[in-house]
C-alpha cells in the first residue's frame, strides 16, 4: 500500500517537472531558430544600410591604357584586383541565391571613382566598394553580365580601354528606415501618453473624490482599454487619428503621427496602473508629514509624491518601449507597410516590428531579413523586461 | 497506565537555533495532555513533531526518538502518512477547505482510496456528529464551508479530523480565533473526545489547561521544566518557575 | 495681526490653486477615458458603412448574407463572416485546451515544487517568454512550427499547405497565451493559505493529493482569470495568426491540416488599399471581434462565479 501510493506520487512529480521544460523548451527554440537564422546576415552594413537599392549608370570614354594601379594589401585571395581601372571584384550570392559580382575596393584615384552620369549630363556618380556590378559594355560593345563572374570581369577590365555604359547598385535590404521609425514612435509616444497617463494616475489616486460615480465610470472606461486586442487600436489609428492629422498637417496617408497617437492610446493603460501602483505604495506618512509641515495638497503631491514615484514610471516607461518596438498589427493600420529609407514624420514608413511583417508576407518570405530583425528586437525588449525586474526589485528593498 | 507516545531525548533545531532541547515525556492514552508555555517556548513545535508537520519546514533537524504505539516515527521504514491517519491536527485558525461541509469531512477518507458513497456518508455523519455539528448543518451539507460560523468551521475542522478515525488528536491552540461562547462548545466536546481518542492540545489560555486536562507539561525556551498531573501542576508546581507563569508573573 | 491676514490670503489662494490643479488633471482623465468611446463610436460608423446602400449603391453588402455566409473573396466582393467566427472560435478553444493544462502545471511546478532558485529561474523564462513580441512567434511559426505539423501531418498520411494548417495556428496561439496564464496562476497559487495545506497533510493526503485537491481548488478563481486573459489575447492576436493561418476562403474547415481564417487574419490580409468596401468591410470584421469578446468574456466570467462559489 505504502510503495504504491509514493510509487504514484513521484511519477506525478515527474509528470508535473516535464510538463514545465515545455515553456523552457520553447525559449531556448525560440531563441536558437532566430539567431541561427538571422546572426549571419547581423551586420553594421544591415543595421546603416538603405532599404531600396539604388542604381547607378555611368560611362567613361577617356582611353585608358597603362596597367600601374597597386593592389592593396588588404586584398584576399577570393578578390580578383584590376592594375588598369583600380578596382577589385568579388563573386558572392545574394540573398534570393542569384551570382552576383561584388565590388570590394576601389582606388582613390580610379578614374571610376569619378565619372559623368549618363542620365544627367551636369552629374558625376562614384563606384564605391559594396555596390555590386549588374552590367558593364566596354567602348567594343562587349558585354560583361554578373553570370560571367569576377575573374572575367577582371580579365575585361584589364583590357579594355574604355567604357561606354557601366550600371551599379547598391545592395539594399538594410533596416536604418525602420530603425529610425522605430526611435521616432518611442520618443514620440512617450511625449504624448506619459503626461496623459502620469496626470491621470495622480488625479485617480490623489484627488479624485472617493465613491464619486463619475470618477468611477472614468475608471471603468480606462480600465476596458486594457482588454481591447491592438488591431482594433489600429482600426481606431485609421478611422480617427489618420483623418486628424491629415487635415492639420496635409499628409494625405498614414504616418508617424497617427501611429505614436496610436500607440499612445495602446501604453496609457499601461502608464495609468503602474504609476498608480506605485503611489499606492507611498505610505500615508509621507502625505501626512508633509502636510503636517503646512504643505497643501499641490505641494505635497508634486513634491513628495511624484518624486517617490519616479522608479515605477520608469519602469512602466521601459514597459511602454518594449511594447511599442514590439507592437505590429496596430502600426499596419495607423502607418501602413511600405518600407523607405528617407524618413518624414507625416509619411509612411515602418517600424522594425512592420518591416518583419512586410518582408514576410510576400510572395517570398525573407526568413533571414525578419531572424536578424527579430535578434535586435529580442534582445531589446528582453533587457528592457529585464531591467524592469532589477528596478522592481531595487523598489521593494 | 498505557503510553501512546514515548519521546526520549528529543532535540529539535531550526538552522541554527536550538528550539527543542532534551525532551523526556510520555504521552497517556485516553487522557488530555495539555502544553503550555510563554511564545517562542517550544510547544507549537514539540506538537508539531508528533505527527511529523515539521518535515515541511527547510532547515529542521531533529535529534532523538519518538516512539509511537511502540514504533519510531523517524525510521525510514515508518509511513509518514500512516502516522498522519492515527495522529490528527487541529489547527489555530479554522481553515475549512475552500468545499462543501461534505466534501471537507470526505475529504481524508477519500485521499485514501475511500470510494465507496454509502460508507462516505455514514463516516461523515458519524464524523459531524461526534463533532457536535451534525443538528446544525444536517439540512445544508452540500452548501459552502465558508458560510458556517467561526465556532462551527473550528467544530468541523475537529470532524474532519476525527473521520480519519485517529487514536490521537493534536490541537494547536484551537481555540485562540474563537469567541468565549464558540470557545466553551469546543471545550465540552475536547472533554466528550476524550472518551475515543487521546488529545494534547496546545494553549495559551491557563484556565483552560486547567479546566479540561489530565496532564500538563511547561515549557520554557524550548525545555521541559515541569510534566505532571494538571491538579498537582496548578496547586502545588514542584519547581519556582512553574509556579511563576501559572501565577501570572511572566509569559 | 498683519501676519494672520498673509496666511488668510494665502489659504484662499492655496485653495484656488489647489481647484485649477484638479481640474487640470481631470482633463487628461477625461481624454484617457474618451478612448474607449472613440473607438466604439468610429469603428461602427466606419464599420456599418459597407452595409449602406447612401454609401455604396450596388457594390453594398447584404447584412444577412454578411452575418451568414460561408465564403470571402475579395475579389467579387463576397463577403459571409459566419465561417470565420466558427473558425475562430475552433482555433481559440483548442489552443486553450492545450495551454491550460501545461499552463496549470508549470505554475505549480513554479510555485511549489522546486527550490528557490530553480523556480526563480522558471519564473524568469516564462516572463520572457511573455515578452517576446507577437511578430517574432509569428516568424518562429512560419519558420519552425510549420515544419513540425507537416511532420505530423506526414505520420497520418495527410498533406498540408506547405505547414500553414489550423493545426499550425493552434499551436502558436497555445504558445502565445500559455506565460499569461502561467503567470497569473503562479500568484493564485502562492496566495493560497500555507495552513490549508498542512492541513491536508496532517489529514495523510500525499504533497500531490494536496496540491491538486486543496491547493488548485483554492486558487481556482485567479487561474480562471488568467485563462480569460489568456483566451481574451489569443481572440484578438493578428500578425503571427495571418502569417500562418493561410487564407481559407470557404468554410468553417474542422480539418486540423487545413487551412483556416480566423477574424483578425481575415482583417489583416491582402490589405492595400485604405478607402473603398475592402478596406471598411474590415471594420465590420473588427465590430464582430468586439462582439464576440465581450460575449467570451461575459460567458467566462459567468462560469469563474459558478465555479467559484466555494472560495
Known amino acids: 500500500m505504502k510503495s504504491k501510493r509514493y510509487v504514484k506520487d513521484k511519477l506525478t512529480q515527474l509528470l508535473i517537472s516535464l510538463v514545465s521544460l515545455v515553456g523552457l523548451i520553447i525559449l531556448v527554440a525560440v531563441f536558437f531558430y532566430v539567431f541561427s537564422n538571422g546572426s549571419s546576415l547581423l551586420s553594421w552594413n544591415l543595421i546603416t544600410g538603405d532599404y531600396n537599392s539604388n542604381v547607378f549608370n555611368g560611362y567613361y570614354s577617356t582611353e585608358i591604357t597603362t596597367n600601374d594601379f597597386a593592389a592593396p594589401s588588404s586584398l584576399s585571395d577570393e578578390e580578383y584586383f584590376s592594375t588598369r581601372w583600380g578596382i577589385s571584384f568579388m563573386d558572392d550570392e545574394d540573398t534570393e541565391g542569384h551570382h552576383i559580382i561584388m565590388i570590394t575596393y576601389v582606388d582613390i584615384d580610379s578614374p571610376l571613382a569619378n565619372i559623368p552620369d549618363k542620365n544627367d549630363e551636369t552629374a558625376t556618380i562614384s563606384i564605391s566598394s559594396g555596390q555590386k556590378l549588374m552590367t558593364v559594355r566596354f567602348s567594343d560593345n562587349t558585354m560583361l553580365l554578373p553570370s560571367n563572374g569576377a575573374e572575367k570581369a577582371n580579365q575585361l577590365f584589364d583590357t579594355k580601354t574604355s567604357i561606354a555604359d557601366i550600371m551599379v547598385s547598391t545592395s539594399g535590404k538594410g533596416i536604418r528606415g525602420s530603425l529610425i521609425t522605430t526611435l521616432y514612435l518611442v520618443i514620440m509616444t512617450l511625449v504624448i501618453a506619459l503626461p496623459i497617463g502620469v496626470f491621470t494616475a495622480i488625479y485617480l489616486h490623489e484627488f479624485a473624490p472617493k465613491k464619486n460615480k463619475f470618477v468611477n465610470v472614468l475608471r471603468r472606461l480606462i480600465e476596458m482599454l486594457t482588454g481591447v486586442p491592438s488591431i482594433i487600436f489600429g482600426l481606431l489609428g485609421a478611422a480617427v487619428f489618420i483623418p486628424i492629422v491629415s487635415s492639420l498637417t496635409g499628409a494625405d496617408t498614414g504616418n508617424l503621427i497617427s501611429g505614436s497617437l496610436t500607440l499612445a492610446v495602446i501604453i496609457l493603460p499601461v502608464i495609468i496602473s503602474s504609476t498608480e501602483e506605485t503611489l499606492k505604495t507611498i505610505p500615508d506618512e509621507y502625505r501626512q508629514a508633509s502636510l503636517a509641515l503646512g504643505a497643501n495638497r499641490n505641494q505635497t503631491t508634486f513634491k513628495i509624491i511624484l518624486k517617490s514615484a519616479i522608479p515605477g514610471i520608469l519602469s512602466a516607461v521601459l514597459l511602454s518601449v518594449g511594447r511599442i518596438i514590439g507592437e505590429s498589427a496596430a502600426l499596419i493600420y495607423a502607418i501602413g507597410t511600405s518600407i523607405k529609407d528617407e524618413i518624414i514624420i507625416t509619411e509612411r514608413s515602418t517600424s522594425l516590428a512592420v518591416h518583419i511583417w512586410s518582408v514576410m508576407s510576400g510572395e517570398v518570405p525573407n526568413f533571414e531579413l525578419a531572424c536578424a530583425i527579430s535578434i535586435i528586437i529580442l534582445i531589446v525588449v528582453l533587457v528592457l523586461n529585464l531591467s524592469v525586474k532589477f528596478i522592481v526589485r531595487k523598489i521593494a528593498y | 497506565m498505557e503510553k501512546v507516545f514515548t519521546i526520549k531525548k528529543l532535540n529539535l533545531k531550526y538552522g541554527e537555533k536550538t528550539a527543542l532541547l532534551d525532551i523526556n515525556m510520555d504521552i497517556p492514552k485516553n487522557e488530555i495532555t495539555a502544553l503550555i508555555g510563554p511564545s517562542g517556548c517550544g510547544k507549537s513545535t514539540l506538537l508539531r513533531t508528533l505527527n511529523r508537520m515539521n518535515d515541511l519546514i527547510e532547515n529542521c533537524h531533529v535529534k532523538g526518538d519518538i516512539k509511537y504505539e511502540g514504533n519510531d516515527i523517524f525510521s525510514k521504514d515508518f509511513d509518514v502518512i500512516d502516522l498522519r491517519t492515527n495522529v490528527g491536527m487541529v489547527f489555530q485558525k479554522p481553515n475549512p477547505f475552500p468545499m462543501s461541509i461534505f466534501d471537507n469531512v470526505a475529504y481524508g477518507p477519500r485521499c485514501q482510496g475511500v470510494k465507496d458513497k454509502k460508507i462516505l456518508q455514514e463516516t461523515v455523519i458519524q464524523a459531524l456528529k461526534n463533532a457536535a455539528l451534525y443538528d446544525e448543518v444536517r439540512d445544508r451539507l452540500k452548501e459552502s464551508a465558508k458560510e458556517l460560523s467561526g465556532g462551527q468551521q473550528q467544530r468541523l475542522c475537529i470532524a474532519r479530523a476525527i473521520a480519519m478515525r485517529p487514536d490521537v488528536i493534536l490541537m494547536d491552540e484551537p481555540t485562540s480565533a474563537l469567541d468565549p461562547i464558540a470557545t466553551a462548545k469546543i471545550e465540552d466536546l475536547i472533554l466528550e473526545l476524550k472518551q475515543k481518542y487521546t488529545i494534547v492540545i496546545v494553549t495559551h489560555n491557563m484556565q483552560q489547561a486547567a479546566r479540561i486536562s489530565d496532564n500538563t507539561a511547561f515549557l520554557l525556551m524550548g525545555e521541559l521544566i515541569e510534566y505532571d498531573k494538571t491538579d498537582k501542576i496548578f496547586s502545588n508546581p514542584a519547581k519556582a518557575k512553574t509556579e511563576e507563569y501559572i501565577t501570572g508573573r511572566f509569559g | ?311
Do not use: H
Request: no cysteine; hydrophobic share 55%; charged share 15%.
Open chain 3, 1 to 311: 495681526m498683519g501676519l494672520t491676514v498673509t496666511t488668510k490670503k494665502i489659504k484662499q489662494r492655496n485653495k484656488i490653486v489647489d481647484k485649477i490643479t484638479q481640474i487640470a488633471l481631470l482633463m487628461p482623465t477625461i481624454l484617457a477615458a474618451s478612448f474607449v468611446l472613440l473607438i466604439i463610436i468610429f469603428i461602427s460608423e466606419r464599420g456599418v458603412a459597407p452595409f449602406l446602400e447612401s454609401q455604396y449603391g450596388d457594390l453594398s453588402v447584404d447584412l444577412i448574407r454578411f452575418l451568414l455566409g460561408n465564403e470571402w473573396y475579395i475579389s467579387p466582393n463576397v463577403y459571409g463572416v459566419f465561417f470565420i467566427i466558427i473558425n475562430t472560435l475552433y482555433v481559440v478553444f483548442l489552443s486553450a485546451v492545450i495551454a491550460i493544462p501545461i499552463s496549470i502545471l508549470t505554475a505549480l511546478f513554479i510555485a511549489k515544487m522546486t527550490s528557490k532558485t530553480i523556480s526563480n529561474f522558471f519564473q524568469i523564462v516564462i516572463e520572457l517568454l511573455a515578452a517576446i513580441p507577437s511578430i517574432v512567434f509569428g516568424v518562429f511559426g512560419l519558420g519552425v512550427i510549420t515544419n513540425v505539423v507537416k511532420k505530423i501531418a506526414a505520420l497520418f498520411q495527410m498533406q498540408t499547405a506547405g505547414g500553414i494548417s489550423t493545426l499550425t495556428t493552434i499551436f502558436v496561439l497555445a504558445i502565445m497565451i500559455m506565460p499569461t496564464i502561467t503567470l497569473l496562476s503562479i500568484t493564485a497559487i502562492k496566495a493560497v493559505r500555507k495552513d490549508l495545506e498542512q492541513n491536508s497533510l496532517a489529514l495523510g493526503a500525499t504533497k500531490m493529493q494536496t496540491l491538486f485537491k486543496i491547493t488548485l481548488v483554492d486558487a481556482k478563481s485567479g487561474i480562471f482569470a488568467g485563462i480569460i486573459l489568456g483566451v481574451g489575447r489569443s481572440l484578438g492576436e493578428a500578425t503571427a495568426v495571418s502569417m500562418v493561418a493561410g487564407n481559407a476562403g470557404t468554410g468553417p474547415n474542422f480539418n486540423l491540416f487545413g487551412t483556416t481564417r480566423t477574424l483578425t487574419s481575415t482583417m489583416l490580409l491582402g490589405i492595400k488599399e485604405t478607402t473603398g468596401l475592402d478596406y471598411d468591410i474590415r471594420f465590420s470584421v473588427g465590430i464582430i471581434l468586439v462582439v464576440l469578446i465581450i460575449v467570451i468574456n461575459l460567458l467566462l466570467n459567468f462560469a469563474k462565479k459558478k465555479i467559484g462559489r466555494f472560495s
